[in-house]
């Protein structure tokens, strides 16, 4: 198992797709289902022995929550804020180009 490169309140974009985020959650290994692992295409699916992250996501269209490898995100350098209505819930911030978790959901 391999230590995640990206930690919690980061902001990020996918390498391959126009999407970008805010972490809320790392599994060290991929933790989803059988079926939503066949349902990428085979071509671009990443390897289940990686970290995988939970991403309070956007586009420019829409707001969701995205389940992304590590193979397939990079650190988003833009300093915009993320939009996503549930960053406000979780976090402050940005503050030096990353979000903080409020002290409410520190464990």
């Known amino acids: ?30 933790d989803n289902t059988e079926e939503w692992y066949q349902s990428i295409p085979a071509g671009v699916r ?4 990686q970290p995988f992250y939970h991403l309070f996501a956007e586009n420019d269209e829409t707001e969701y929550v995205a389940y992304v490898s590590e193979q397939n995100l990079l650190p988003d350098e833009t300093g915009v804020p993320v939009r996503h209505p549930q960053v406000g819930e979780m976090f402050i911030g940005p503050v030096d180009g990353s979000y903080r ?3 409410e959901n520190r464990n």
């Open 46 to 49: 990443p390897r289940k022995d």
């Open 1 to 30: 198992m391999q230590t995640a490169r990206y930690f919690i309140g980061q902001i990020v974009r996918h390498r391959l797709f126009p999407f970008r985020g805010v972490i809320f959650d790392v599994d060290p290994e991929f």
């Open 101 to 103: 978790l409020k002290v």
